[in-house]
């Protein structure tokens, strides 16, 4: 059977790693490239790159960013982060990225999953979604959760599962940044609901929180950050303590 | 040297990234006169299997791809266009390889894509496969898979059923995994089909 897959995050801005990264080995930390490659050496099974550019120069940093990590990493990786139409993708994909991840956009423009799914595949689509809890209803969140929105997180998720999403990258607001674990009622609830593959994001603090999710959530593959930035968590370890819950994790 | 034949089935830069980082010479085939020039071919692939194989008849290179001789190995969707027939669109495919491309049915209640790193285990004692752990781990990503079949499948892997991960009919190799991400395992084969 396919294994949980473990993808540490890296948010980016004019090409250079933004969160601040502990690494010993590292000759750059600000060098995205340079950190995708000791994740991957260290047993990463994907990476996720969100690009926070906020010039207009935007797209021209993000395809020299992604081609230089797929010049020099072998594992997949997705880019996300202003992606508004099928043009940005396009050259995102001859570039080397797997996949993109949409958000606010694919809201916006629900149209766009369809169009981005007929145009490249469901595999290269990952809808990616910021929820946060209130008044006994789990909210999508626009703009890296600054906007709330009416919509209702399942129903979202489900509508952009039948229009082509090939997996869902789902981030708790609740839970992001706390490392009390992920939110796993929550992430158990979206996983039963679609058939496609779900990425939970928001929480992570300890190993334990990585079994957790897996066995509470039966989530496929968990994301996070700063854990493994500041080498609090090094992947190595973390993929022994599941592998000794019996989670099946690649060697 | 390899040529990868370019037919527009998009994503070529990361193939031919992972022959740069492996020093493996390249070039790119578009018409019938540069077949000559290379001793093995690669023909990539990802996306829709009927489209893709619509793109390939219309470079009109597919009566040479049938009669090669030297090696060539499929990826992916590249794999699934060397049999011969797809349930994705229905598709008629080169029929290279007599098996057939099926969808991964909802009644194995499973996620599709199959998409992850999943254990390839190796069915016979395959050059592609020289020098790898037994069961090594590959990246995956499609919807449709190949049918077991215990004449051609070199290698299966697990998904609710037991599948084509590699396949081979005399010169002609296919893996549905990607082996340009799947870390070093990808890169030995790779390299292994390079001296083939």
């Given at each position: 059977?396919?294994?949980?897959?473990?993808?540490?995050?890296?948010?980016?801005?004019?090409?250079?790693?933004?969160?601040?990264?502990?690494?010993?080995?590292?000759?750059?930390?600000?060098?995205?490239?340079?950190?995708?490659?000791?994740?991957?050496?260290?047993?990463?099974?994907?990476?996720?790159?969100?690009?926070?550019?906020?010039?207009?120069?935007?797209?021209?940093?993000?395809?020299?960013?992604?081609?230089?990590?797929?010049?020099?990493?072998?594992?997949?990786?997705?880019?996300?982060?202003?992606?508004?139409?099928?043009?940005?993708?396009?050259?995102?994909?001859?570039?080397?990225?797997?996949?993109?991840?949409?958000?606010?956009?694919?809201?916006?423009?629900?149209?766009?999953?369809?169009?981005?799914?007929?145009?490249?595949?469901?595999?290269?689509?990952?809808?990616?979604?910021?929820?946060?809890?209130?008044?006994?209803?789990?909210?999508?969140?626009?703009?890296?959760?600054?906007?709330?929105?009416?919509?209702?997180t399942k129903n979202w998720i489900k509508e952009a599962e039948?229009?082509?999403?090939?997996?869902i990258?789902l981030?708790?607001?609740?839970?992001?940044?706390?490392?009390?674990?992920?939110?796993?009622?929550l992430l158990k609830k979206i996983n039963d609901a679609v058939s496609i593959?779900l990425?939970?994001?928001?929480?992570?603090?300890?190993?334990?929180?990585?079994?957790?999710?897996?066995?509470?959530?039966?989530?496929?593959?968990?994301?996070?950050?700063?854990?493994?930035?500041?080498?609090?968590?090094?992947?190595?370890?973390?993929?022994?303590?599941?592998?000794?819950?019996?989670?099946?994790?690649?060697? | 040297?390899?040529?990868?034949?370019?037919?527009?089935?998009?994503?070529?830069?990361?193939?031919?990234?992972?022959?740069?980082?492996?020093?493996?010479?390249?070039?790119?085939?578009?018409?019938?006169?540069?077949?000559?020039?290379?001793?093995?071919?690669?023909?990539?692939?990802?996306?829709?299997?009927?489209?893709?194989?619509?793109?390939?008849?219309?470079?009109?290179?597919?009566?040479?791809?049938?009669?090669?001789?030297?090696?060539?190995?499929?990826?992916?969707?590249?794999?699934?266009?060397?049999?011969?027939?797809?349930?994705?669109?229905?598709?008629?495919?080169?029929?290279?390889?007599?098996?057939?491309?099926?969808?991964?049915?909802?009644?194995?209640?499973?996620?599709?894509?199959?998409?992850?790193?999943?254990?390839?285990?190796?069915?016979?004692?395959?050059?592609?496969?020289?020098?790898?752990?037994?069961?090594?781990?590959?990246?995956?990503?499609?919807?449709?898979?190949?049918?077991?079949?215990?004449?051609?499948?070199?290698?299966?892997?697990?998904?609710?059923?037991?599948?084509?991960?590699?396949?081979?009919?005399?010169?002609?190799?296919?893996?549905?995994?990607?082996?340009?991400?799947?870390?070093?395992?990808?890169?030995?084969?790779?390299?292994?089909?390079?001296?083939?």
């Amino acid at each position: 059977m396919v294994s949980k897959r473990i993808i540490p995050c890296l948010d980016v801005k004019e090409g250079r790693t933004v969160k601040g990264v502990n690494f010993v080995d590292l000759r750059d930390a600000g060098d995205p490239v340079e950190l995708a490659w000791q994740y991957s050496q260290q047993g990463a099974d994907e990476l996720v790159f969100l690009d926070i550019t906020a010039t207009h120069e935007r797209r021209k940093t993000m395809v020299e960013l992604v081609k230089a990590v797929a010049r020099n990493v072998n594992i997949p990786f997705t880019i996300g982060g202003g992606i508004n139409e099928i043009a940005d993708a396009d050259i995102l994909l001859n570039s080397g990225a797997d996949k993109i991840s949409i958000n606010s956009a694919a809201v916006r423009n629900p149209g766009l999953i369809d169009e981005l799914a007929a145009a490249f595949g469901k595999q290269f689509v990952v809808i990616a979604v910021d929820t946060r809890y209130h008044d006994g209803k789990n909210l999508v969140h626009l703009n890296g959760g600054r906007i709330a929105t009416e919509i209702e997180t399942k129903n979202w998720i489900k509508e952009a599962e039948e229009r082509g999403a090939g997996e869902i990258l789902l981030t708790s607001m609740d839970h992001d940044g706390t490392k009390n674990g992920f939110d796993n009622p929550l992430l158990k609830k979206i996983n039963d609901a679609v058939s496609i593959p779900l990425i939970a994001s928001g929480g992570a603090g300890s190993m334990q929180h990585f079994t957790d999710v897996f066995q509470q959530s039966n989530v496929d593959a968990a994301l996070a950050a700063s854990v493994f930035h500041y080498g609090e968590i090094r992947i190595p370890d973390l993929k022994k303590e599941l592998r000794n819950n019996n989670i099946l994790v690649r060697d | 040297m390899t040529g990868i034949i370019n037919y527009g089935a998009g994503n070529i830069f990361s193939l031919t990234a992972a022959l740069d980082r492996l020093k493996i010479p390249y070039g790119m085939i578009s018409k019938p006169e540069d077949f000559d020039q290379y001793d093995r071919y690669i023909i990539p692939g990802v996306g829709h299997a009927g489209a893709a194989m619509k793109k390939l008849n219309e470079t009109g290179l597919v009566p040479i791809i049938k009669n090669l001789s030297k090696p060539v190995l499929g990826i992916c969707v590249g794999m699934q266009l060397l049999t011969d027939f797809s349930e994705e669109g229905d598709s008629v495919l080169t029929g290279i390889t007599p098996v057939k491309t099926l969808l991964f049915r909802e009644d194995l209640k499973l996620k599709v894509p199959h998409m992850g790193w999943n254990r390839v285990k190796q069915e016979t004692n395959n050059p592609l496969f020289k020098g790898m752990a037994p069961a090594s781990y590959f990246y995956f990503v499609h919807s449709y898979f190949i049918e077991f079949n215990p004449t051609f499948t070199i290698a299966s892997a697990d998904y609710g059923l037991k599948f084509s991960a590699a396949i081979q009919k005399q010169n002609f190799y296919g893996v549905q995994f990607h082996p340009e991400k799947s870390g070093e395992a990808g890169e030995t084969l790779l390299k292994n089909f390079s001296k083939i």
